[in-house]
């Protein structure tokens, strides 16, 4: 009798628990499905040749051993159509053991190397980068980080340059792919990204929320640099930078048109190793700012700092539903649970209909973003394989959070921006 006692006190609480998670997971599902409504209709901007070419950029660029790419990234910078003499290129070659810095100066372009063993990674080599160009006599009125192996749109600098000239301190540029059609990883990468720019990034700047900051292709004014300071250092230097910028009453905004080619990985290891750091420093940001976010949402009535610690915490959430979807495919066999929820049911299977056919209406803004080839159509089709790889990845990450070594990702597709300018002209 106690025994069947106390298994019926074990389901009920088990009960309980999932029904309050799959609550909470629905908001949060209808919270990230209006916001995204934003970004299903562009708005007409004031196009960038309405604003003078005034601010004065210094573009960094980060490079560990990127001999193979770092010629394209230069080239391309070359080629924008914004005045020569209101930006200077600036290559960090950062604990390089190759020819990077040989064959960026011979690209004429100013270097800058730095050897040290333990300080190593983009957070730390940006700040010391930070306190040499703040020593130099000449002054610059904005920041632009790259990474060596993009390519930028000609109209990149034009484009932060109106977002800036509109009174927008910190701007992230659309984050596109140079090698969406090499592999089904690569392609899978690509397909994200253009569906978080549509849907993620897009409504957030409509709706004066903050935009995520991808780690490259992001301005921003070194009058906030002052203020603030750098100091992010973390795995994910990006998260973590913006979500101080947020605690300070700031945004990232988002420039639609200004376009960064970034490499994707081909294999899926080589992703697996980078997603996983990713995971890694996104948890040691959710440990460190989701408490102070949702204490500044609710203090505050702070809808920016709310979207924020809810970005902070999306990972795990996603965990949370996908393991609510396997005890709902075990509900549906054992019928250890009760039948009154909504998602750890017997319609569990529905409820992963519905997830995949979600997952698979994104084409329609794969189209609009003008991505759509044959090749990725066939991609698409195994989006939602790449999609729940993430289950595991943000496990490992979460369970890794307090490793913080940092693991460089090798790039190898020496694309010329020419190239990337043709694919976009066929599609």
């Known amino acids: 009798m106690a025994l069947h006692y106390s298994w019926g006190l074990i389901k009920y609480s088990l009960n309980l628990l999932l029904f309050i998670t799959e609550i909470g997971l629905w908001g949060i599902f209808i919270y990230y499905s209006v916001i995204s409504i934003f970004g299903w209709f562009k708005r007409k901007e004031p196009p960038a040749s309405q604003f003078p070419f005034e601010t004065k950029f210094a573009v960094l660029i980060a490079a560990c051993n990127e001999e193979a790419v770092v010629p394209g990234v230069i080239n391309s910078l070359k080629r924008l159509n914004y005045p020569k003499s209101l930006y200077e290129i600036f290559i960090i070659a950062d604990n390089c053991t190759d020819n990077t810095a040989k064959v960026a100066r011979s690209l004429g372009v100013n270097v800058y190397e730095r050897f040290d063993p333990v300080k190593k990674g983009k957070g730390f080599s940006l700040e010391w980068m930070f306190k040499n160009l703040f020593s130099l006599k000449t002054k610059y009125d904005a920041i632009c980080i790259l990474d060596a192996d993009n390519l930028v749109s000609a109209n990149f600098l034009a484009e932060m340059n109106k977002h800036l000239c509109m009174g927008q301190k910190v701007i992230q540029g659309y984050l596109d792919s140079k090698n969406p059609h090499d592999t089904w990883v690569s392609g899978n990468y690509s397909i994200a990204y253009w569906i978080s720019n549509r849907l993620f990034q897009l409504p957030r700047h409509y709706l004066g929320l903050n935009c995520a900051l991808g780690g490259t292709g992001f301005v921003m004014s070194t009058e906030v640099l002052r203020e603030t300071g750098w100091g992010a250092t973390c795995l994910t230097e990006d998260l973590e930078f913006s979500m101080k910028l947020v605690l300070r009453g700031m945004r990232v905004a988002w420039a639609h048109e200004a376009v960064i080619y970034d490499e994707k990985p081909l294999r899926l290891s080589q992703s697996w190793r980078q997603r996983t750091r990713w995971m890694q420093g996104h948890s040691d940001c959710a440990r460190r700012f989701a408490k102070k976010l949702f204490v500044k949402a609710f203090r505050d009535h702070d809808m920016v ?16 539903n996908g393991l609510g979807m396997l005890l709902g495919l075990v509900q549906s066999c054992t019928k250890m649970f009760a039948h009154h929820h909504m998602m750890i049911t017997e319609q569990t299977w529905l409820y992963i209909l519905i997830m995949v056919f979600l997952t698979y209406i994104n084409i329609v803004f794969v189209i609009a973003e003008g991505k759509l080839t044959k090749k990725i159509v066939a991609y698409f089709v195994i989006f939602p394989i ?8 943000i496990i490992q990450g979460f369970l890794n959070r307090n490793h913080h070594d940092w693991i460089h990702t090798v790039h190898t597709r020496a694309i010329d921006i020419s190239d990337v300018e043709e694919l976009e002209k066929v599609v």
């Open 386 to 393: 790449y999609s729940l790889t993430w289950i595991p990845i």
């Open 305 to 320: 700092s709310f979207d924020a610690a809810l970005y902070l915490i999306q990972p795990f959430l996603l965990v949370i």
